[in-house]
């Protein structure tokens, strides 16, 4: 267990007694707890794990804690500790504490669901979805917490879409469960149950693509940003603070589901056209010509072709396309006008500028975040959506704000050699520094 940090070995030495203590009352009644039912149901989870991408696991858990008291419901967990499916060493030290984690869910929604004992349908559906939302709960919640810590992962990151998380599975599995465990005392018996198999395994396979479809999505944006920052690397970190700023402003706009991950997608995204602009151009020493001006300024083009094939990216394409319009039709590329561009576009936009006016750049320092919203304020109505400032506005006085990343190993704060791009700079910087004349001054984004 050495390879894993302390506080995620504290937290397994913690869990697994835990577990152990859990399912010991069952093992100590003996010929009172029904083994028979237990040894079937615990040999269906330790298939399961095997199985590939479909796990049997989840519904076998809740079947068992629709019908067999607490203790014995938390045994069916513990042959994990040998068959379940981790990746990366120490094996033993995983395998124990999915099976703990399991252990402990699977006890608390078998309390939650003594009721289901006696009740008939419909009556039991209510049962039987609050023990499995309390199953998932408490996975989604012990893995978030070992993540944190066994990843060195930011607390928001390692808790975002614990709703999803929670929500879809116990909706998918716990009337599939119910279903099981009906015919489980039905006439038919344990093997008329093995009918409700067919089912949960079509589900599991379901949530599984789902999971690995998301997981691909994610991994595609990381390659694409990752792209940008190693060509123009003094913008590191820039590209996925504007998609946290763009669904903060969003969320305040009422913006959720589909919609509130395309903002966070576009938000990321937004410079990925930069992939198609010369790197001589990005890191050029000193002010740009007007001609290399333009051809920088294609990046927003650029992107909107880069991603045109990328089905789930269908909806980011019009904001990594417009971000750099202006509501008085004097940005760039088609110089659209206030109503003429997307919304998705002036959440961007809004976004952009505020992370490149809070963040230090090699030609001025980061702003106070008071002093980019009055920036923006000042801009509103000429360059930027009002109602995008203030829901910025409102999102950071809830939130508040971190713009800056840590630099890497040897880098230094400020880079000394970078090109300068003309839309990041600001009207007034906070402390004085030289310009070249010929710099268009106004406040927001990136070229």
Not at 25 to 49: F, I, M, S
Not at 439 to 446: D, K, L, S, V, W
Request: glycine share 8%.
């Amino acid at each position: 267990m050495g390879a894993l940090p302390a506080a995620a070995r504290a937290g397994i030495a913690c869990a697994v007694p835990a577990a152990v203590a859990c399912g010991a009352p069952a093992v100590c009644a003996g010929r009172h707890t029904p083994w028979a039912t237990v040894a079937l149901l615990a040999a269906l989870c330790a298939l399961g794990e095997r199985l590939p991408r479909c796990s049997l696991t989840p519904p076998a858990l809740l079947t068992g804690a629709f019908l067999l008291p607490p203790a014995a419901a938390a045994l069916l967990a513990w042959p994990l500790a040998l068959t379940a499916r981790v990746t990366g060493p120490p094996r033993w030290a995983r395998r124990s504490w999915r099976a703990a984690m399991y252990a402990l869910a699977t006890a608390a929604a078998a309390r939650l669901c003594a009721p289901l004992r006696t009740a008939r349908l419909p009556g039991a559906l209510l049962p039987a979805l609050a023990g499995a939302l309390t199953l998932f709960l408490v996975v989604a919640v012990l893995d978030a917490a070992i993540r944190t810590a066994a990843e060195h992962r930011p607390v928001r990151a390692a808790w975002r879409g614990l709703p999803r998380e929670v929500l879809v599975p116990a909706l998918v599995y716990g009337p599939t469960a119910l279903l099981t465990a009906v015919l489980w005392h039905s006439a038919y018996g344990p093997p008329g149950a093995l009918l409700a198999l067919p089912p949960v395994c079509v589900c599991s396979w379901f949530l599984d693509r789902c999971r690995r479809e998301r997981a691909a999505h994610q991994a595609a944006i990381r390659a694409l940003v990752q792209a940008v920052d190693l060509k123009d690397h003094y913008t590191r970190g820039h590209s996925e603070r504007v998609g946290r700023a763009s669904v903060l402003i969003a969320r305040e706009l009422g913006v959720a589901g589909e919609r509130l991950e395309a903002l966070r997608f576009a938000g990321t995204l937004h410079d990925v056209g930069k992939l198609g602009v010369p790197t001589r151009l990005l890191r050029k020493d000193g002010p740009l010509t007007p001609e290399e001006r333009r051809v920088v300024q294609l990046h927003p083009q650029y992107g909107h072709e880069m991603v045109r094939g990328i089905g789930f990216l269908a909806e980011a394409r019009a904001a990594i396309l417009h971000h750099h319009e202006r509501l008085d039709g004097s940005g760039y590329p088609l110089g659209l006008t206030d109503r003429q561009i997307p919304e998705a576009a002036k959440v961007v936009a809004v976004a952009d500028a505020f992370d490149a006016m809070t963040s230090t750049r090699s030609y001025s320092r980061a702003r106070p975040v008071p002093a980019a919203l009055a920036e923006l304020r000042r801009c509103a109505g000429s360059q930027f959506d009002p109602r995008m400032v203030d829901a910025l506005s409102r999102a950071l006085d809830r939130h508040g704000w971190h713009p800056e990343v840590p630099a890497e190993p040897g880098e230094t704060a400020v880079p000394r050699r970078r090109n300068v791009p003309p839309d990041h700079l600001p009207d007034r910087l906070p402390e004085p520094l030289p310009e070249p004349e010929h710099r268009p001054a106004h406040p927001g984004g990136a070229v």
